[in-house]
């Protein structure tokens, strides 16, 4: 019959606590990384996102600047005479 400590640790345990602990700290600079990759990927696709929408909303306003340009040059009556300001008649 053995009897043990009650202080004593089972060595299969103990190594797999010093195993566990070694892998966790071996990972920690690489999931960092990763993680710092991932944040700055999605930063960047966002940038990315935000630019092309920006690009499209000031394409619609200048489309809408020119189409309310044409309008208005369509609703002046051509020609102008420039000594009585009035349109000539044909």
Sequence with gaps: ?????????????????????????????????????????????????????RQQSAGMVSAAAVTAACAKMLQTPFPIDAASAQPVKQ
């Design 1 to 53: 019959m053995t009897t043990t400590d009650e202080g004593t640790v089972n060595s299969q345990i103990l190594d797999a606590a010093v195993s566990t602990v070694a892998l966790t700290t071996g990972q920690a600079a690489s999931q960092a990384l990763a993680m710092l990759d991932v944040v700055l990927l999605e930063t960047l696709g966002m940038a990315m996102h935000n630019a092309v929408h």
